[in-house]
């Protein structure tokens, strides 16, 4: 995950979820991505998928990049 990455995804956990988090933080998130201790809601083309995951009581909506294993964004909560 690059600098411009993580830097995206904390600001867009911040500003939807209300969650200010660390790089290690946002890897811990990854890697239960890619182990898929988390709930696939959606596959996109080019290897991305969207996920729940379920952290400090908050369901957290990601879109996650398979091949790189990493966060690419937060997407607002689902309703």
């Not at 911040?14 to 890619?34: H, T």
């Not at 379920?54 to 909560?77: C, E, H, K, M, N």
Request: proline share 4%; hydrophobic share 40%.
């Amino acid at each position: 995950m690059t600098h411009a990455e993580r830097s995206h995804t904390k600001r867009r956990l911040a500003e939807r979820y209300g969650l200010e988090v660390s790089s290690d933080d946002l890897f811990k998130m990854a890697k239960a991505l890619a182990h898929g201790q988390a709930t696939l809601i959606a596959k996109q083309s080019r290897g991305v998928d969207h996920w729940l995951l379920d952290y400090q009581g908050l369901q957290l909506r990601l879109v996650f990049d398979r091949q790189r294993r990493s966060i690419i964004t937060a997407l607002p909560p689902l309703p």
